[in-house]
């Protein structure tokens, strides 16, 4: 038996902590959630009144956390209080500086110490079925693992501090662009007529399978367990998504790597949080992709593809669209990047002013617009005046968000190159 102490006893950590009870550990546990302190009481954890308390004289301590603020925050305040010598696993994702600078205090203070992020899931953390991605010294891993074993089922050691995170990262860079993936090709199928089911039985036989598929398939139906048969309740809500999402992108900056595919990921899922579904599952991007909240088959365009740009006439690739002037679109920019842009020629941002300047290397766009920048020879305009104008929020209880309003539908002079 170890003397454990869990930190964080949410949606994930207050299951993994009673896990640790069930496998017969002492676990005492913190929150500044009342409920989530009432909740592991139930499950065998002896409920701490502060960090402090929770981590005197315990031979390991386990965070599990928002985010890196929180990790940092809380690591400075209880390396006051542990023994040297005391096992430090964190378990939270985080990005992969905070996580090597974790790992500094720890040694500072004596003690050997692992960042341990997870994989699975609430049904993963309940059902002790959880991945762990696992960072730190080869003595710190074998000292741990047994603990991490009581709580997952497949423990991995991807390297030296911070490897863990790095992979964590990675991973869910993975996960992000496949489920987008995934749900444009329902859409696509929906508007060729091909059911769902026919084309989940194709795909996931086939060349197209994956987790995003086969697992979590983001439409009602073929897999009865995935959150779009329970109205998108989340099992991983798109916030956390797009915060891991975010961290990638982070990381692909620091490192110089080249991600294009994560970056429009994030975009996707930066604007599917603006409107308002950041508590929904990852999975109900769909209705983003769709155009539409509801989600009903044969809806309009979606404001992410050619439908919502609609040539007219044919000729000359002359587009109609919602003009948008170019404080609007900074304001846009602004609200779902800050005032920084991904560095990465290969991953632009969604939002692009193409003004006289930018016009030949944007599809000769002779006017302030809101567009779409890969590939560079052709220009897909996306309306979104409302969210520029801050009303998306409005219409967030249904219809169609994505669509201008009448009295914008004027050429912009877009044109896509021949």
């Given at each position: ?49 502060s ?13 599990m956390?928002p985010?890196?603020?929180h ?63 696992v ?11 047994h ?17 863990g ?8 860079m ?20 091909l ?13 197209g399978?994956?987790?995003s598929l ?14 779009a ?31 294009p595919m994560?970056a429009?990921?994030t975009?996707?899922?930066s604007?599917?949080e603006?409107?308002?579904h ?23 365009g ?6 919502a ?16 002037s ?35 290397a ?16 052709t ?16 219409t ?23």
């Open positions: 038996m170890t003397k454990i102490a869990f930190i964080g006893l949410g949606n994930m950590g207050g299951p993994m902590a009673a896990n640790l009870v069930k496998a017969g550990h002492a676990v005492t546990g913190f929150d500044l959630s009342e409920a989530s302190r009432n909740a592991a009481a139930k499950t065998g954890v002896s409920v701490a009144g960090i402090a308390q929770a981590v005197r004289e315990m031979e390991c301590v386990i965070t956390l985010a890196s603020a990790v940092l925050y809380v690591w400075d305040e209880l390396l006051g209080f542990v023994d040297p010598g005391t096992l430090l696993i964190d378990s939270s994702t985080i990005d992969v500086e905070s996580a090597r600078k974790v790992h500094g205090f720890a040694e500072k203070a004596g003690c050997p110490s692992l960042d341990a992020p997870v994989s699975g899931g609430t049904a993963g953390a309940a059902a002790a079925t959880l991945t762990f991605m960072g730190g010294s080869e003595g710190a891993f074998s000292r741990g693992k603990l991490l074993e009581a709580m997952g089922k497949k423990i991995v050691h991807c390297g030296d501090a911070g490897a995170q790095a992979a964590k990262i990675c991973n869910n993975i996960l992000g662009v496949s489920m987008a993936a995934v749900c444009e090709a329902f859409v696509l199928a929906e508007r060729l007529g059911s769902h089911q026919a084309l989940f039985d194709v795909a996931s036989t086939s060349s399978q994956c987790w086969t697992t979590y398939c983001p439409v009602p139906g073929p897999v009865p367990t995935s959150p048969n329970g109205g998108y309740k989340p099992g991983f809500a798109a916030s956390l998504m797009l915060k891991d999402l975010k961290l990638s992108q982070q990381a692909a900056s620091a490192s110089g790597a080249t991600t994560g429009q990921a975009q996707l899922y604007l599917f603006k409107l308002g950041g508590a929904e599952d990852f999975s109900a991007l769909i209705h983003l992709l769709r155009g539409e909240r509801g989600g009903e088959r044969g809806g309009r979606s404001a992410l593809s050619p439908l740009c609609r040539p007219s006439p044919p000729t000359r690739g002359e587009n109609r669209c919602g003009r948008l170019a404080s609007l679109m900074r304001s846009a920019c602004r609200s779902l990047w800050g005032k920084r842009r991904p560095s990465s020629l290969l991953s632009p941002p969604l939002w692009d002013p193409c003004g006289e300047d930018g016009r030949q944007r599809g000769e766009c002779r006017r302030p617009h809101i567009c779409t920048v890969i590939p560079p020879s220009v897909s305009v996306i309306p979104l005046t409302k969210l520029a104008a801050g009303e998306a929020r409005k967030a209880a249904g219809g169609d968000l994505f669509r201008p309003p009448p009295s914008a539908s004027a050429e912009c002079g877009c044109r896509r190159r021949p």
